[in-house]
């Protein structure tokens, strides 16, 4: 199953598929890039970060990719588990030495995984 | 990843009330950081807590209603004050570095009536 990140807030996929999940950023100095799980009731959980040198970054069952060129980011979720379930978020840095660590957030998707 | 935790987890409070909100780290970090999470809505950073000095507030928020401590680098509270019922929401701390991993508390859910 596909998202197409602000544009479309829910995804509903199967049990065992794939999810990918996309997020689209508007600051071309965007040079860091984190994408978070919020489960209800629970602040958000880090799941992978990728800095703007590179395009690909694996993890366990997930993997970020990055387009710098249409400032697009997406998440992948390998063999979607119940567990996955919940609402997900991309982050951007907007770079610059001012800047520091603050991060501003897309606004989200909820994944819902059907057994 | 540093453990975070938050007091009060949730509270209920009449309005022109103001309440407190504490946010402790297990380890010294650099930097620390406030967010505000409105019903069914995204994260908003309200400010970056910095230690011994003021608060940098982001465009729309200010000292007199989110006035913001950080004796130290493992402490910080913010303060919502004068409270209406539009400041019902999910308050988040957060501890990082300069572009590195961000880590969040589990939140303080208040409620104003």
């Known amino acids: 199953g596909e998202s197409v990140g602000l544009h479309l807030p829910t995804l509903s996929v199967q049990e065992g598929d794939n999810s990918i999940i996309n997020c689209a950023y508007s600051?071309?100095?965007?040079?860091?890039f984190i994408w978070y799980k919020q489960e209800s009731g629970k602040g958000p959980q880090f799941i992978i970060d990728i800095r703007s040198n590179m395009d690909k970054r694996q993890g366990q069952r997930v993997t970020v990719l990055l387009n710098k060129t249409v400032k697009h980011l997406s998440l992948q979720i390998a063999a979607t588990q119940p567990g996955d379930s919940a609402v997900y978020f991309c982050?951007?840095?907007?770079?610059?030495?001012?800047?520091?660590?603050?991060?501003?957030f897309g606004e989200g998707t909820q994944l819902t995984v059907n057994p | 990843s540093a453990v975070i935790s938050q007091k009060p987890s949730r509270d209920i409070c009449q309005r022109g009330t103001s309440l407190t909100i504490q946010c402790q780290v297990d380890s010294q970090v650099t930097m620390m950081f406030w967010y505000r999470q409105q019903p069914g809505q995204s994260l908003t950073l309200i400010a970056t807590?910095?230690?011994?000095?003021?608060?940098?507030?982001e465009s729309g928020f200010v000292i007199d209603k989110f006035p913001i401590s950080r004796p130290n680098l493992t402490f910080s509270t913010l303060t919502v004050s004068n409270m209406s019922p539009e400041d019902s929401s999910i308050y988040l701390c957060s501890v990082g570095a300069y572009y590195n991993e961000q880590f969040f508390g589990p939140g303080t859910r208040l409620t104003v009536l």
């Open positions: 807590a910095n230690q011994g000095s003021e608060a940098t507030y």
């Open positions: 600051n071309s100095a965007s040079d860091y």
């Open positions: 982050a951007e840095n907007r770079g610059g030495e001012t800047s520091g660590s603050r991060l501003t």
